[in-house]
């Protein structure tokens, strides 16, 4: 949980449109963030084992500037990734990992230009599949 404010506004708060209010949110700051994670190792009389792992991640909503004229808002979002490892027991393993696997579409960053009118944002990163090899000499 987070509860930020401006207590001191200093020379931002100077001039006929001030770069920020009191009452202004801070960028990129969800009130509410949590994360949740479950992984398990079967371990087989081989000496190999498995793992999976999934983990989920909420991010409340935020604004992406402090501007509280040209504002941009990223609404409250989850992100869902899951992981699979193989270890043979000896020196090699593997391991299948997806990232963001319902590709839910957020912002990570944006402003509004005065002179364009125009909305700049930059995507959060949509699904993504990796798998790993590792080796290790021993």
């Known amino acids: 949980w987070l509860?930020?404010?401006y207590v001191d506004l200093g020379p931002a708060a100077l001039?006929?449109?001030?770069?920020?209010?009191?009452?202004?949110s801070f960028a990129q700051a969800p009130e509410i963030t949590g994360n949740i994670a479950?992984?398990?190792v079967f371990g087989f009389s081989n000496g190999t084992s498995l793992t999976p792992r999934i983990d989920y991640t909420y991010t409340d909503d935020y604004v992406l500037t402090t501007d509280d004229i040209r504002q941009s808002k990223q609404e409250g979002y989850g992100l869902l990734n899951v992981r699979v490892a193989y270890d043979s027991g000896q020196n090699w393993s593997v391991a299948l990992a997806g990232t963001n696997i319902t590709d839910e579409r957020y912002l990570n960053?944006?402003?509004i230009t005065a002179a364009e009118q125009f909305?700049?944002?930059t995507l959060g990163?949509?699904?993504e599949w990796g798998l790993t090899f590792n080796l290790r000499f021993e």
């Open 3 to 5: 509860n930020t404010k």
């Open 15 to 24: 001039g006929v449109i001030p770069a920020v209010t009191k009452n202004s």
């Open 38 to 40: 479950a992984s398990y």
């Open 109 to 111: 960053s944006g402003f």
């Open 119 to 121: 909305d700049f944002v």
């Open 125 to 127: 990163r949509p699904t």
